[in-house]
């Protein structure tokens, strides 16, 4: 993976070898950390590189900093600021990833959240394809359960959260798939190791709720609003059961990084004819239209960084 350019650290844009922290670092120790994750989309035809809804992602990161006792003299507005200077810095002409952290910058030992610095920085990189196959990902559901909202904040990206996400992506992988899922506690469909997930079942595009353990996603909720207002489907809410899964048409899974993958088969089970549906494919080709500034009636989600 090709490294930054710059990064903006301790207030200010400076080259990313500069932007360093002590081993002693909290965050480092404890996982005290708050993370975020935006993508920027490159229209080639325009010389335009669009950030897709980072009011959105900027608002959900600052409360996931709020979780965790953390205060910043920031907005979505002014973060966003910070992001389009950045990426003007990097002169980014290809689709990016934008990583913010908010991290608990003490350096010493003990844990906790409170009488602690509060830091944030920001990076930005070259970013292509999350999920390798993601036209036709093969899934299974992994040993490992999703960690309790009452044990790590669910919606918020707690940084320390990720090693259960870690656990889940690094027995699939090893085990031949290319993602798995995640059940909660009681049993119900959760996420994915870090993607939302939706099921196509008897017409209906059904998700878990914001209520079993997963993040509220950004991408989670464009994808419903363009099934409900564009395709014409009725989104549902709802408990999913494992086996659910494998008697539904379709399955894809939604998130920053993996855009929208679909499935088309978990635990070697065929989802529907085994291959990519026709809500997922029309959602994908929806979805790569909008984030590049082709489609005029969403040009409200994106922010022109040139």
């Known amino acids: 993976m090709e490294l930054p350019k710059h990064a903006y650290f301790e207030g200010k844009i400076v080259p990313y070898a500069e932007a360093k922290v002590g081993v002693l670092n909290h965050s480092l120790n404890y996982g005290t950390a708050a993370f975020g994750g935006l993508r920027g989309y490159w229209n080639e035809q325009q010389q335009q590189l669009f950030i897709f809804r980072p009011h959105d992602h900027y608002r959900r990161f600052l409360n996931s900093t709020k979780l965790l006792c953390m205060q910043f003299d920031q907005t979505p507005q002014s973060m966003t600021q910070i992001t389009i200077d950045l990426l003007r810095a990097d002169g980014h002409r290809c689709d990016v990833y934008i990583r913010p952290l908010a991290y608990k910058a003490t350096e010493g030992i003990g844990v906790r959240l409170h009488d602690l610095a509060d830091q944030f920085s920001i990076v930005t990189l070259p970013f292509t394809r999350y999920v390798a196959n993601d036209t036709n990902a093969h899934v299974t559901f992994s040993s490992?359960?999703?960690?309790?909202?009452?044990?790590?904040?669910?919606?918020?990206?707690?940084?320390?959260?990720?090693?259960?996400?870690?656990?889940?992506?690094?027995?699939?992988?090893?085990?031949?798939?290319?993602?798995?899922?995640?059940?909660?506690?009681?049993?119900?469909?959760?996420?994915?190791?870090?993607?939302?997930?939706?099921?196509?079942?008897?017409?209906?595009?059904?998700?878990?709720?914001?209520?079993?353990?997963?993040?509220?996603?950004?991408?989670?909720?464009?994808?419903?609003?363009?099934?409900?207002?564009?395709?014409?489907?009725?989104?549902?809410?709802?408990?999913?059961?494992?086996?659910?899964?494998?008697?539904?048409?379709?399955?894809?899974?939604?998130?920053?990084?993996?855009?929208?993958?679909?499935?088309?088969?978990?635990?070697?089970?065929?989802?529907?004819?085994?291959?990519?549906?026709?809500?997922?494919?029309?959602?994908?080709?929806?979805?790569?239209?909008?984030?590049?500034?082709?489609?005029?009636?969403?040009?409200?989600?994106?922010?022109?960084?040139?």
């Open 144 to 306: 490992w359960r999703r960690v309790d909202d009452n044990v790590i904040p669910a919606r918020g990206k707690i940084s320390g959260a990720y090693a259960n996400s870690a656990f889940i992506k690094t027995d699939a992988l090893r085990a031949g798939f290319d993602e798995a899922l995640v059940l909660t506690q009681e049993g119900h469909v959760s996420e994915g190791s870090a993607e939302n997930i939706f099921m196509v079942r008897d017409g209906l595009l059904v998700t878990p709720s914001i209520t079993e353990n997963v993040l509220e996603g950004i991408t989670r909720r464009t994808v419903m609003e363009l099934a409900r207002q564009e395709l014409g489907l009725t989104v549902v809410e709802r408990p999913i059961d494992r086996t659910e899964v494998y008697l539904c048409e379709e399955l894809f899974l939604t998130g920053t990084a993996a855009q929208i993958t679909a499935v088309t088969q978990v635990d070697h089970r065929a989802i529907g004819s085994g291959q990519m549906g026709p809500v997922a494919a029309r959602l994908r080709e929806l979805f790569n239209e909008i984030v590049r500034g082709q489609v005029e009636r969403y040009h409200g989600w994106l922010t022109p960084v040139y």
